[in-house]
T-cell receptor, first 114, second 113 residues
């Protein structure tokens, strides 16, 4: 069955370190998204991609970057981790670009920045 | 701008009780509307969706109707089960522009036996 996976599921790091969170989907979807989930905010969009070599900033992109070198993967990099980036991170993918499209979510990565 | 407002939780119910979780939205034009559910320790799953006014989305006994006149998309279930305990998110995607899901803050549902 097609799926979307994230790794690691849990990560503890120190302030200032570079961290990369992996996202891999086997749906062959063109669109991929990264969100962060924080209490009282729901999910907020960090970055998104509509295809290989395409990346775009979401509403909370400062301190994060992504790259899309193939269809299956969209890794999220925290260039210099900050305590404010402690959160749960979700990757998602979708097939088409219309408003009706369903996004499919991974299981999440819980990140703690000390 | 686009936004979604959900009722604060937690909502605590006994098994077989009737459930309503309120959701209202603000958007330009006519967005698509979604309910996602997050079970403990898991990612979000689509529960149901509606893409135009008066559409009713339904799944697993849950229903929600797209009400343009009241800009609402309330989630209902006639008889909840303990296994329905989860966090429920209302969300919208604008009709135009890029496919950005705008989420409410989520409502936690706790169902006791």
């Amino acid at each position: 069955d097609a799926e979307i996976t994230q790794s690691p599921r849990h990560k503890i790091t120190e302030t200032g370190r570079q961290v990369t969170l992996a996202c891999h989907q086997t749906w062959n979807h063109n669109n991929m998204f990264w969100y962060r989930q924080d209490l009282g905010h729901g999910l907020r969009l960090i970055h998104y991609s509509y295809g290989v070599q395409d990346t775009n900033k979401g509403e909370v992109s400062d301190g994060y970057s992504v790259s899309r070198s193939n269809t299956e993967d969209l890794p999220l990099t925290l260039e210099s981790a900050a305590s404010s980036q402690t959160s749960v991170y979700f990757c998602a993918s979708s097939e088409g670009q219309g408003a009706r499209e369903t996004q499919y979510f991974g299981p999440g990565t819980r990140l703690l920045v000390l | 701008g686009n936004s979604v407002t959900q009722m604060e939780g937690p909502v605590t119910l006994s098994e077989e009780a009737f459930l309503t979780i309120n959701c209202t939205y603000t958007a330009t034009g006519y967005p698509s509307l979604f309910w996602y559910v997050q079970y403990p320790g898991e990612g979000l799953q689509l529960l149901l969706k509606a893409t135009k006014a008066d559409d009713k989305g339904s799944n697993k006994g849950f229903e929600a109707t797209y009400r343009k006149e009241t800009t609402s998309f309330h989630l209902e279930k006639g008889s909840v089960q303990v296994s329905d305990s989860a966090v429920y998110f209302c969300a919208l995607t604008p009709r135009t522009g890029f496919q950005k899901l705008v989420f409410g803050t989520g409502t936690r549902l706790l169902v006791s036996p």
